[in-house]
């Protein structure tokens, strides 16, 4: 069974300019969800999706984070602009459950790791 | 507010010493509590989950416990091995919000 797909792996900008990360979950899994793990620190959890509706993205810097997931499957992480405190990991996050949690967990990607310069 | 936290944040051992991690949560509404490790520059790899309704997972030397009532889960490593060096990180979901809230993790270095 393939994994959480990311991509880019890396990726260095400046300030300002503008990013985005692409996200393939495990296939029939309906729940994804986009962290940003900042050095030192646990996974900060951005936003939830079920299907292609939000459940939660109460942390989610809106002035310049947006996240969607087109058919309920992919999905992409843009940030504009970018300031130098976004340098961090990227996680996503597939699990199969619906409304209710999967009883397997959560299965993760390798991450894209952002640098803002 | 639902909250997860994890001490020590850092821990050294000599080799073959069986050691001890904390999780905590705010909440004991939970639906289930996941354990994972990760290596520099690498992804999450989960080790053990369970369930509200277990009070233990095994897999090899580790042994993860939960007691909900008072909002903690232990992280038991059995006979470390250098191999054992990572950062480990437990996550909750809580019930109601289904939020999959992590905590702020433990590194670990097991010394040869």
């Known amino acids: 069974e393939a994994g959480v797909a990311q991509s880019p792996r890396y990726k260095i900008i400046e300030k300002r300019q503008s990013v985005a990360f692409w996200c393939n979950p495990i296939?029939?899994?309906?729940?994804l969800y986009w962290y940003q793990q900042i050095l030192g620190q646990g996974p900060k959890l951005l936003i939830q999706f079920q299907n292609n509706g939000v459940v939660d993205d109460s942390q989610l810097p809106k002035d310049r984070f947006s996240a969607e997931r087109l058919k309920g499957v992919d999905s992409t992480l843009k940030i504009q602009p970018a300031k130098l405190e976004d340098s961090a990991v990227y996680l996503c996050?597939?699990?199969?459950?619906?409304?209710?949690?999967?009883?397997?967990?959560?299965?993760f990607g390798q991450g894209t790791r952002l640098t803002v310069v | 507010k639902q909250e997860v936290t994890q001490i020590p944040a850092a821990l050294s051992v000599p080799e073959g010493e069986n050691l001890v991690l904390n999780c905590s949560f705010t909440d004991s509404a939970i639906y289930n509590l996941q354990w994972f490790r990760q290596d520099p520059g690498k992804g999450l790899t989960s080790l053990l989950l369970?369930?509200?309704?277990?009070r233990e997972q095994t897999s090899g030397r580790l042994n993860a416990s939960l007691d909900k009532s008072s909002g903690r889960s232990t992280l038991y490593i059995a006979a470390s091995q250098p191999g054992d060096s990572a950062t480990y990180l437990c996550a909750v979901t809580f019930s109601g919000t289904y939020k999959y809230i992590f905590g702020t993790g433990t590194r670990l270095k097991v010394l040869a």
């Open positions: 296939s029939g899994h309906a729940t």
């Open positions: 996050a597939s699990s199969l459950g619906g409304w209710a949690p999967s009883a397997l967990g959560a299965f």
């Open positions: 369970i369930q509200s309704s277990q």
